[in-house]
Nanobody
Framework: QVQVAESGGGLGQPGGSLRLSCAAS????????MGWYRQTPGKQREWVAT???????NYANSVKGRFTISRDNAKKSVYLEMNNLKPEDTAVYYC???????????????WGQGTLVTVSS
């Protein structure tokens, strides 16, 4: 069984910064890509950023140059540093891990519970 815990959401001011953290625990044998997604009411969940096992980073155009994704493999964790926040960044943010569980035959997704980020003055 795998558990995923997110933290770090809250209220940020336009132009300000917030940092999200997410950690996985449990019966994990390998971790591959890690990522962040976000969702606003009435809209589909959208991809924000991904970091691969070798450290390659990719970002959605809407956050490129403002957000930075990073990972700590020893801590089974992924982070999202959000700078120069905009009101349109307001959303529930979800972390995602592509993992191999102990005894499993293929990789699978593990999702965080979501953390609300509100950008407002």
């Amino acid at each position: 069984q795998v558990q995923v815990a997110e933290s770090g959401g809250g209220l940020g001011q336009p132009g300000g910064s917030l940092r999200l953290s997410c950690a996985a625990s449990g019966s994990i044998s390998s971790m591959y890509s890690m990522g962040w997604y976000r969702q606003t009411p009435g809209k589909q969940r959208e991809w924000v950023a991904t970091i691969t096992k070798d450290g390659t980073r990719n970002y959605a155009n809407s956050v490129k140059g403002r957000f930075t994704i990073s990972r700590d493999n020893a801590k089974k964790s992924v982070y999202l540093e959000m700078n120069n926040l905009k009101p349109e960044d307001t959303a529930v943010y979800y972390c995602n891990f592509i993992i191999q569980v102990l005894g499993g035959r293929s990789a699978s997704d593990a999702w965080g519970q979501g953390t609300l980020v509100t950008v407002s003055s």
